[in-house]
């Protein structure tokens, strides 16, 4: 068995789940990140919309922690869409720093773009193990590397008015 798959998986509990099939559109939802630690930062929500490339094998080992339903997605349907791989990263490692460096940079200097780019990036990171709370579970040292996750991260974007 590989160890991903050609199917996204959004999971969800069952209220989210109907409300997709309902709507038939995924919804950006907030997740608090905890991605800035150097700077003192409290955990900053981005708002996202997650999904795993898991085989499906895996999908029903209860090591998610979202809820019990998952709804399936054809892989280039989320590439197309915007999704891609997170970038797992461990505290200390030399890309987490250089993040840090360039937000640093852009906060001393008030560069309001650098900013926005780098607060971008941070939305795309993920630990690959750290402590989880969610409504139902508490875990003390989660493995999100073990989910495989996919993001899309919506752009902040001007608002222009055309005549």
């Given at each position: 068995?590989?160890?991903?798959?050609?199917?996204?998986?959004?999971?969800?509990?069952?209220?989210?789940?109907?409300?997709?099939?309902?709507?038939?559109?995924?919804?950006?939802?907030?997740?608090?990140?905890?991605?800035?630690?150097?700077?003192?930062f409290k955990p900053i929500a981005f708002s996202m919309l997650s999904?795993?490339?898991?085989?499906?094998?895996?999908?029903?080992?209860?090591?998610?922690?979202?809820?019990?339903?998952?709804?399936?997605?054809?892989?280039?349907?989320?590439?197309?869409?915007?999704?891609?791989?997170?970038?797992?990263?461990?505290?200390?490692?030399?890309?987490?720093?250089?993040?840090?460096?360039?937000?640093?940079?852009?906060?001393?200097?008030?560069?309001?773009?650098?900013?926005?780019?780098?607060?971008y990036l941070f939305a795309q990171m993920k630990f690959v193990q750290?402590?989880?709370?969610?409504?139902?579970?508490?875990?003390?040292?989660?493995?999100?590397?073990?989910?495989?996750?996919?993001?899309?991260?919506?752009?902040?974007?001007?608002?222009?008015?055309r005549s």
């Amino acid at each position: 068995m590989g160890l991903t798959s050609n199917i996204l998986w959004h999971q969800t509990n069952e209220v989210g789940f109907y409300a997709i099939l309902e709507s038939k559109e995924l919804r950006y939802s907030y997740s608090l990140e905890k991605i800035v630690p150097e700077f003192g930062f409290k955990p900053i929500a981005f708002s996202m919309l997650s999904v795993s490339d898991c085989p499906f094998s895996e999908v029903g080992n209860n090591k998610w922690a979202y809820g019990n339903y998952c709804i399936g997605f054809k892989q280039n349907w989320g590439v197309k869409a915007g999704f891609s791989p997170v970038t797992y990263c461990s505290l200390g490692s030399r890309g987490l720093k250089m993040l840090n460096l360039l937000l640093d940079d852009a906060l001393k200097n008030d560069i309001q773009s650098r900013f926005g780019a780098v607060m971008y990036l941070f939305a795309q990171m993920k630990f690959v193990q750290a402590p989880l709370i969610t409504k139902h579970k508490r875990f003390k040292s989660y493995r999100f590397y073990d989910e495989r996750e996919w993001r899309v991260v919506p752009y902040i974007k001007k608002q222009t008015m055309r005549s």
